[in-house]
């Protein structure tokens, strides 16, 4: 590979015309005649001629089609449809959910029942004496690939009860005993599809059945505290969307325990809310508080940074004082009432939450003003504490309001009093029997290993209803059903090859949330395994952050159909580099769920497809060569279907496929045609590789390690130099480092930095995933486009890895032979002068200061960088991370945050300054290596700028809470949303009030109320 030859490089700086620092004169020479020099690595990689010489012998098969973005994502919306529905229909009528209500129907609840099942932490426990443990026994674990290796039972489910509860509770051994008949269908749906991987019965009476069984483990202090009713699955099937006034008792009256079990009641009720659903609390005494004082008199949505702002705010409420119910009351109605008419919250149901010791009045001029006859506004009293004086109002207030009345004498209490309600508001679907099917955001897998790394999933659920006569008008909820889907899986049906180099697909929930992004990172990098704290929240104006008015966000949410373009920034290279680009957005809604999708494509050679065609025989010979890989998470054919095909490599089950021995295989024709193309036409680089490892004069001393190819059908060709355990960094060979690789979401860096490249540029860079742990390696690799035009494809990039250390050895070589146009040198690198070779990123890739390797050039010489800023050289690109968590910072302190990024500037080949450093100058020339991407740089060192501030790549953090007015108006901030089409806020039906009520209670008030009308409802006298 030539960086650079004497023919391209031209002395300019020696032949200036104007008047020249004698010293600035100097190094203008010397980096003038050392470029002549400047000679990298053989031509390993110089196989262009016999890439093209085969592409010439195809040449007349071979036709550019311009990519139809439209059709593309309409064609991926299709396919996303048929999965969904496919998943959907195993927990539809005639599998689980159909199951389970037939199970419970046939069983008569038996309060003396003793069964033993399999409990999902006792499952194989054994006692001192090694017997067996009750509700343990012997239960068959075996690892399964499926399941990440996970030791499951594919026969049998296994039974989860919270830690709080009591596993033989007669309510629990009922359920769990009639709830055995879902076995056999959890087992039939896996053999149906065996792409299926969790499928679960979540029980209102708190169990939680799941299949295939595999154990579970508490934490250290032996507690699990997994409660399925809290799960967003769970909440969002069991009732309608609602906005939500949680009401706070502060007076005197409050304080100590009972201030502290009302702040647990409160956060346990934010448990119980979802996305979907909106909210304020809001505390009282003499005077109203409202919580978060700037979200007076609005609600908002209930995700998590919402909900756990909420949250720290409750350890600042003390009581003291008298408490004023009815003016907290008329305070959240009004607000509830008004939040409605602005078209913004769930637009269905509505409850106030009343968390009190005890209330004097019944007040029911309130109830009778805001909320009676129609009864829209459910309430739900809490009565904290042991002390029952007051509570027969409170009882009073929720059968009058179609609520429900608990009392919570401890923290034990809390859980299940609070899930109560629940009951209540899902009611009115349970008698309209509306099996609503329901879809999650994003979420991580927990029962995989760190290991496996994060596993994005999303869940289907339905709710399971009671269908015995007798119980049919009470709207008993018996549980959800739901079975959970890989987004890999999504991310398999993405046709990569045609989205080009930097294209990408994207889902986005009702809400604007992402399913699938490129962007969506559950996980801390820098080998921090955490979980992100609302990596499931994140929407998509925070990734495609440069669309500021949300056109295409909104688009989106609201289910359109259509077409959106802008000019973006992404950051690449762990965010340390920047590429910018044209993006043209196509889009449009998932049928028969709550999502829709799109695809972003880049202008230039990213709206070009390459199509050539070959014999099935010729390319799958040369296919099956022991060089060529194929791209790991691309779906050439889908194995995973069929648990007979699932042991075949990719390449095994194109080469069944297209001979014809496994026609029922379902693969991508159109892909396999192309990947079989660039198998033949890229044939002749072994033979050529080969040569060159032969030839030892080539790579004498082993500097090169690797050759690598790849291309736009993820097809990649790879030669070893040197044996595997010789090699410098064992990344490249083992895809340790993901962004180096053909991935689901992304072509490898090295291919996409090439390509932005000036065709035939060589790109070089230092892995940033190795320079630090002295494995130092550099890559150089360039694109190869057929075509000298921007509307031509790139269809495919090569490169090589070779060690640092023979990198700069050559640098340096070329360095000391130093010579101008009319003799010697009058400087050196040794002593005279500081000089650097960096890439167009700034980053050094040679120094004389070895631990400056792989720095930001700003961080070593902040003086010149600065300089070069000035004078356009280079240029400071802003990418913004919005809403993240603070380094260093409490994690919920709010932030936007600018991460800088520098470009060089491509029209600029060569530059020199001068420095004013406190009385002395300080000269540096710039010049650029010809068909490269770097830089030598070369400085003067006599004169000392050390007192300059270097120009680093920190992140500039925005705190919110810095900024109370900025950050109240995040708050306040409402997004557009897509509500679900389905509510059930009420039922004429229902009868029941959620408290089996005292006769004596409603005769102590019938000056005031009437008993009971024809419909079941309560009515005040006029």
């Given at each position: 590979v030539m960086v650079c030859s004497s023919a391209l490089w031209r002395p300019l700086f020696c032949i200036s015309g104007g008047p020249v620092h004698p010293a600035e004169s100097a190094l203008s020479c010397f980096l003038a005649a050392d470029a002549k020099r400047l000679k990298v690595v053989p031509s390993v990689t110089l196989m262009f001629p016999a890439y093209f010489q085969k592409y010439k012998e195809l040449e007349k098969s071979v036709r550019v089609e311009e990519i139809d973005g439209l059709k593309l994502v309409k064609n991926l919306a299709v396919k996303m449809e048929e999965v969904f529905r496919k998943k959907a229909e195993a927990t539809r009528v005639g599998r689980l959910v159909e199951a389970a209500e037939e199970a419970h129907h046939q069983h008569e609840d038996n309060p003396d029942l003793q069964y033993e099942y399999f409990n999902a932490v006792l499952i194989n426990e054994v006692d001192e004496e090694g017997n067996n443990v009750e509700l343990g026994g012997e239960f068959l674990l075996e690892p399964n690939d499926h399941f990440n290796n996970l030791s499951v039972n594919l026969s049998l489910s296994v039974v989860q009860v919270p830690t709080n509860m009591y596993n033989k509770d007669p309510d629990i051994v009922n359920g769990v005993y009639w709830s055995e008949a879902l076995n056999k269908v959890f087992v039939d749906n896996f053999e149906r599809d065996p792409t299926l991987i969790w499928q679960y019965f979540g029980s209102a009476k708190g169990f939680f059945r799941q299949y295939p069984g595999v154990k579970w483990h508490p934490d250290e202090h032996g507690v699990i505290g997994f409660d399925c009713r809290n799960r967003k699955w769970y909440i969002q099937a069991a009732t309608s969307p609602k906005d939500v006034i949680i009401l706070v008792d502060v007076s005197g009256s409050m304080k100590g325990l009972r201030l502290t079990i009302a702040r647990q009641t409160v956060s346990s009720i934010l448990d119980t809310l979802g996305d979907d659903d909106f909210f304020n609390i809001i505390a009282y005494n003499q005077e109203i508080h409202y919580v978060e004082p700037c979200l007076n008199g609005t609600l908002v949505r209930a995700d998590r940074t919402n909900k756990d702002h909420f949250r720290e705010h409750l350890d600042k409420l003390f009581a003291k004082g008298i408490g004023l119910l009815g003016d907290a009351l008329t305070e959240a109605f009004t607000i509830l009432s008004e939040f409605n008419q602005t078209g913004h919250g769930s637009l269905c149901s509505q409850a106030i939450m009343l968390v009190t010791d005890g209330a004097t009045e019944m007040y029911d001029d309130v109830f009778e003003k805001y909320n009676w006859p129609e009864r829209k506004v459910r309430i739900f009293p809490y009565l904290i504490g042991r002390e029952s004086a007051f509570a027969d109002n409170l009882k009073w207030m929720a059968c009058a309001n179609k609520g429900y009345f608990s009392q919570i004498s401890t923290l034990a209490d809390v859980q299940e009093n609070v899930m109560r309600y629940l009951h209540v508001m899902s009611r009115p679907k349970v008698i309209d029997h509306e099996h609503d099917t329901v879809w999650t955001e994003a979420y991580v897998d927990s029962a995989v290993s760190d290991k496996a790394g994060p596993r994005l999933m999303t869940t289907v659920a339905m709710p399971v209803f009671s269908t015995k006569n007798e119980t049919k008008n009470q709207g008993i909820l018996l549980g959800v059903v739901g079975t959970d889907i890989p987004l890999q899986e999504l991310m398999k049906l993405i046709p990569k090859h045609m989205l080009g180099i930097h294209g990408y697909a994207f889902a986005i929930t009702?809400?604007?949330?992402?399913?699938?992004?490129?962007?969506?990172?559950?996980?801390?990098?820098?080998?921090?395994?955490?979980?992100?704290?609302?990596?499931?929240?994140?929407?998509?104006?925070?990734?495609?952050?440069?669309?500021?008015?949300?056109?295409?966000?909104?688009?989106?949410?609201?289910?359109?159909?259509?077409?959106?373009?802008?000019?973006?920034?992404?950051?690449?290279?762990?965010?340390?580099?920047?590429?910018?680009?044209?993006?043209?957005?196509?889009?449009?809604?998932?049928?028969?769920?709550?999502?829709?999708?799109?695809?972003?494509?880049?202008?230039?050679?990213?709206?070009?497809?390459?199509?050539?065609?070959?014999?099935?025989?010729?390319?799958?010979?040369?296919?099956?060569?022991?060089?060529?890989?194929?791209?790991?998470?691309?779906?050439?054919?889908?194995?995973?279907?069929?648990?007979?095909?699932?042991?075949?490599?990719?390449?095994?089950?194109?080469?069944?496929?297209?001979?014809?021995?496994?026609?029922?295989?379902?693969?991508?024709?159109?892909?396999?045609?192309?990947?079989?193309?660039?198998?033949?036409?890229?044939?002749?680089?072994?033979?050529?590789?080969?040569?060159?490892?032969?030839?030892?004069?080539?790579?004498?001393?082993?500097?090169?390690?690797?050759?690598?190819?790849?291309?736009?059908?993820?097809?990649?060709?790879?030669?070893?130099?040197?044996?595997?355990?010789?090699?410098?960094?064992?990344?490249?060979?083992?895809?340790?480092?993901?962004?180096?690789?053909?991935?689901?979401?992304?072509?490898?860096?090295?291919?996409?930095?090439?390509?932005?490249?000036?065709?035939?540029?060589?790109?070089?860079?230092?892995?940033?995933?190795?320079?630090?742990?002295?494995?130092?390696?550099?890559?150089?690799?360039?694109?190869?486009?057929?075509?000298?035009?921007?509307?031509?494809?790139?269809?495919?990039?090569?490169?090589?890895?070779?060690?640092?250390?023979?990198?700069?050895?050559?640098?340096?070589?070329?360095?000391?032979?130093?010579?101008?146009?009319?003799?010697?040198?009058?400087?050196?690198?040794?002593?005279?002068?500081?000089?650097?070779?960096?890439?167009?990123?700034?980053?050094?890739?040679?120094?004389?200061?070895?631990?400056?390797?792989?720095?930001?050039?700003?961080?070593?010489?902040?003086?010149?960088?600065?300089?070069?800023?000035?004078?356009?050289?280079?240029?400071?690109?802003?990418?913004?991370?919005?809403?993240?968590?603070?380094?260093?910072?409490?994690?919920?302190?709010?932030?936007?945050?600018?991460?800088?990024?520098?470009?060089?500037?491509?029209?600029?080949?060569?530059?020199?300054?001068?420095?004013?450093?406190?009385?002395?100058?300080?000269?540096?020339?710039?010049?650029?290596?010809?068909?490269?991407?770097?830089?030598?740089?070369?400085?003067?060192?006599?004169?000392?700028?050390?007192?300059?501030?270097?120009?680093?790549?920190?992140?500039?953090?925005?705190?919110?809470?810095?900024?109370?007015?900025?950050?109240?108006?995040?708050?306040?901030?409402?997004?557009?949303?897509?509500?679900?089409?389905?509510?059930?806020?009420?039922?004429?039906?229902?009868?029941?009030?959620?408290?089996?009520?005292?006769?004596?209670?409603?005769?102590?008030?019938?000056?005031?109320?009437?008993?009971?009308?024809?419909?079941?409802?309560?009515?005040?006298?006029?």
């Open positions: 009702n809400n604007g949330y992402i399913l699938i992004h490129p962007d969506l990172r559950p996980l801390y990098q820098d080998g921090q395994k955490r979980r992100k704290p609302n990596y499931s929240s994140v929407d998509l104006s925070e990734v495609e952050w440069e669309d500021k008015d949300d056109n295409l966000r909104n688009s989106m949410v609201n289910r359109r159909t259509g077409t959106f373009s802008m000019e973006v920034k992404k950051t690449v290279d762990r965010g340390r580099r920047v590429l910018k680009m044209h993006n043209d957005y196509y889009y449009t809604d998932i049928k028969g769920t709550p999502f829709s999708v799109g695809v972003a494509l880049s202008r230039g050679h990213g709206k070009y497809f390459f199509r050539g065609n070959v014999s099935v025989e010729a390319g799958l010979r040369d296919l099956e060569q022991p060089d060529v890989a194929l791209a790991d998470e691309w779906t050439y054919c889908n194995t995973e279907e069929q648990h007979e095909h699932r042991h075949l490599t990719q390449i095994q089950a194109i080469k069944l496929f297209m001979t014809g021995h496994r026609p029922h295989l379902k693969c991508d024709r159109e892909l396999i045609q192309e990947v079989l193309f660039d198998a033949v036409v890229t044939a002749p680089l072994e033979a050529y590789w080969t040569g060159l490892a032969l030839n030892k004069s080539e790579n004498s001393d082993k500097g090169v390690e690797i050759a690598f190819l790849g291309t736009r059908t993820g097809l990649s060709r790879t030669n070893l130099f040197v044996p595997t355990d010789q090699l410098s960094n064992q990344d490249f060979v083992t895809a340790e480092d993901k962004e180096g690789v053909f991935n689901a979401d992304h072509f490898p860096l090295w291919y996409k930095r090439a390509a932005e490249q000036v065709p035939g540029t060589f790109l070089y860079s230092i892995p940033f995933s190795t320079a630090l742990e002295n494995k130092s390696v550099v890559l150089a690799s360039t694109a190869i486009q057929l075509l000298d035009d921007r509307k031509s494809p790139i269809v495919a990039a090569v490169g090589i890895q070779m060690k640092l250390e023979f990198f700069q050895r050559k640098f340096w070589t070329a360095c000391r032979q130093c010579a101008t146009l009319d003799g010697k040198c009058s400087i050196s690198c040794d002593n005279d002068i500081n000089c650097y070779l960096i890439d167009n990123n700034a980053f050094i890739l040679v120094t004389e200061e070895q631990s400056q390797t792989g720095l930001f050039f700003g961080e070593v010489e902040g003086a010149v960088m600065n300089k070069l800023l000035q004078m356009g050289s280079f240029k400071r690109s802003e990418t913004a991370l919005h809403f993240s968590p603070s380094r260093g910072r409490p994690p919920m302190v709010p932030c936007d945050t600018e991460y800088p990024a520098f470009v060089s500037e491509r029209t600029i080949k060569e530059t020199t300054g001068n420095i004013d450093c406190e009385g002395c100058i300080r000269s540096f020339v710039i010049q650029q290596i010809p068909s490269s991407n770097l830089f030598m740089v070369v400085v003067d060192n006599k004169c000392d700028c050390s007192s300059s501030p270097p120009v680093t790549m920190d992140p500039n953090e925005i705190m919110y809470i810095l900024f109370l007015s900025l950050k109240c108006d995040r708050l306040k901030f409402q997004k557009d949303r897509k509500k679900p089409d389905s509510c059930h806020p009420f039922h004429p039906e229902v009868r029941r009030c959620g408290f089996v009520c005292m006769q004596a209670v409603f005769i102590s008030h019938a000056s005031r109320v009437k008993p009971v009308d024809h419909r079941g409802e309560f009515k005040t006298k006029k």
